[in-house]
């Protein structure tokens, strides 16, 4: 059964579908499915042309993607739910609250995961290092306190400004693909 995860971000055609779009590429061939959803969906609309561009620019496809609505259901069958903002993560946990500890934003479990040993995940596949890393990742919230986890809104805005939200969603999620595909070393001995 593969593992879901759920992009969350406002109208669902700029930072979430980029990351849905990267996450996929990165997790190609892995039992991981990544999809997403907006709070504010712009229902049926395909991804904004400036972020396809960045998007398509870094190896991943654009093209096919419809915007969609969150919901409950899509919340309930995530096993992990990346919100761009803090203010996406208070929005799906007020929707599905026993989301809480499986919906972090993108920025906050690429920070968290970087103080997780990664010699506590699994060899094993994609998902079950993802399953694995969530409450790893979780504890420690307490220690490393908040960040600055927030994603830029483009929509509307310059090229500039959707140059900045995409870089400000790709090394996070270059750091999650790396963090759930990257195989353990053992030591010999």
Same mark, same amino acid.
């Given at each position: 059964?593969?593992?879901?995860?759920?992009?969350?971000?406002?109208?669902?055609?700029?930072?979430?579908?980029?990351? +849905?779009?990267?996450? !996929?590429?990165?997790?190609?061939?892995?039992?991981?499915?990544?999809?997403?959803?907006?709070?504010?969906?712009?229902?049926?609309?395909?991804?904004?042309?400036?972020?396809?561009?960045? =998007?398509?620019?870094?190896?991943?496809?654009?093209?096919?993607?419809?915007?969609?609505?969150?919901?409950?259901?899509?919340?309930?069958?995530?096993?992990?739910?990346?919100?761009?903002?803090?203010?996406?993560?208070?929005? /799906?946990? +007020?929707?599905? #609250?026993?989301?809480? %500890? %499986?919906?972090?934003?993108?920025?906050?479990? !690429? %920070?968290?995961?970087? $103080? =997780?040993?990664?010699?506590?995940? #699994? $060899?094993?596949?994609?998902?079950?290092?993802? =399953?694995?890393?969530?409450?790893? $990742?979780? $504890?420690?919230?307490?220690?490393?306190?908040?960040?600055?986890?927030?994603?830029?809104?483009?929509?509307?805005?310059?090229?500039?400004?959707?140059?900045?939200?995409?870089?400000?969603?790709?090394?996070?999620?270059?750091?999650?693909?790396? /963090?759930?595909?990257?195989?353990?070393?053992?030591?010999?001995?």
């Amino acid at each position: 059964m593969a593992t879901r995860v759920l992009v969350v971000c406002t109208g669902n055609i700029c930072r979430s579908p980029a990351v +849905e779009r990267l996450l !996929a590429t990165g997790l190609a061939g892995t039992d991981v499915e990544v999809s997403s959803a907006g709070t504010w969906a712009m229902r049926g609309h395909p991804m904004s042309p400036p972020m396809a561009e960045l =998007v398509e620019a870094a190896g991943a496809r654009a093209d096919g993607f419809v915007a969609r609505q969150l919901t409950s259901a899509l919340v309930r069958e995530a096993s992990l739910i990346l919100a761009l903002t803090r203010e996406h993560r208070t929005a /799906v946990v +007020e929707l599905e #609250p026993a989301a809480v %500890r %499986r919906t972090f934003t993108l920025r906050e479990l !690429a %920070r968290l995961s970087s $103080a =997780v040993d990664p010699q506590r995940l #699994p $060899a094993g596949t994609a998902g079950e290092r993802l =399953v694995a890393l969530l409450p790893l $990742a979780a $504890a420690q919230r307490a220690a490393l306190g908040p960040g600055d986890d927030d994603v830029v809104d483009p929509n509307g805005g310059p090229a500039s400004l959707y140059r900045r939200s995409f870089d400000e969603l790709d090394g996070p999620t270059r750091q999650l693909v790396d /963090v759930l595909t990257r195989r353990p070393t053992t030591s010999v001995g």
